[in-house]
């Protein structure tokens, strides 16, 4: 079946320093996969997206890079920020017809120190 | 432009007592998804309405658990005889289409607390 596999937190780093979380998944064919953020009290929000095989999703100075050889779809960000506190979750959608839900992974916490 | 909203924010109710939860989806947006989000369970699926199509309720952890989308716009999720753990945040997405490329839009949810 469909599952992610997401880094476990909480994952705590200073200011500017490199970020990755990394995530994993299982598919068949080709799913559409999605990193959403969550701030603290607030909802759920695409951070990025990646839909084939070598795409690169960018936003706010986050990458992610649809490799369809290891099945992984890493977050990176060069230099992260105190307001980049947030749990990061990704999530694949299958691409068979019929239900595109989303197949979450646990979610990593991340707290950027000042 | 307006997001999906839902409501209410927050509901505590008593362990046997029923509740709605509303959710209101991006205009023009035809398919609506319901999740839950739980310590113990992480995000999952509950149920996806597409247009005029029968609802997928493959998610829907019990026959408490019912919901209803009118008119093709607004849903309501049911939750019978309510059970402590029914507690969770209900979240409401939607997006323009039925694919697998589409991105989909949550709302801020509604935490429900089962006393």
């Known amino acids: 079946g469909n599952s992610v596999t997401q880094m476990e937190g909480p994952v705590t780093l200073s200011e500017e320093a490199f970020l990755t979380i990394n995530c994993t998944y299982t598919?068949?064919?080709?799913?559409?996969l999605f990193w959403y953020v969550q701030y603290p009290g607030e909802g759920l929000q695409l951070l990025l997206k990646a839909t084939k095989a070598d795409d690169k999703g960018s936003n706010k100075g986050f990458e992610a890079t649809y490799r369809k050889e290891t099945t992984s779809f890493h977050l990176e960000k060069g230099s992260v920020q105190v307001s980049d506190s947030a749990v990061y979750f990704c999530?694949?959608?299958?691409?068979?017809?019929?239900?595109?839900?989303?197949?979450f992974g646990t979610g990593t916490r991340l707290k950027v120190l000042a | 432009g307006a997001g999906v909203s839902q409501s209410p924010s927050n509901k505590v109710t008593e362990k046997g007592k029923d509740v709605e939860l509303r959710c209101d989806p991006i205009?023009?947006?035809?398919?609506l998804y319901w999740y839950r989000q739980s310590l113990g369970q992480g995000l999952e699926f509950l149920i996806y309405?597409?247009?005029?199509?029968?609802?997928?309720k493959s998610g829907l952890p019990s026959d408490r658990f019912s919901a209803e989308r009118t008119g093709g716009s607004v849903s309501t999720l049911t939750i019978q005889r309510t059970q402590q753990e029914d507690s969770a945040v209900y979240l409401c997405a939607s997006s323009r289409g039925g694919a697998s490329t589409d991105t989909q839009y949550f709302g801020p949810g509604t935490r429900l607390t089962v006393l």
């Open positions: 598919a068949t064919g080709y799913p559409s």
């Open positions: 205009s023009g947006h035809t398919a």
């Open positions: 999530a694949l959608s299958p691409p068979t017809s019929g239900t595109y839900k989303y197949i």
């Open positions: 309405f597409q247009g005029n199509s029968a609802p997928d």
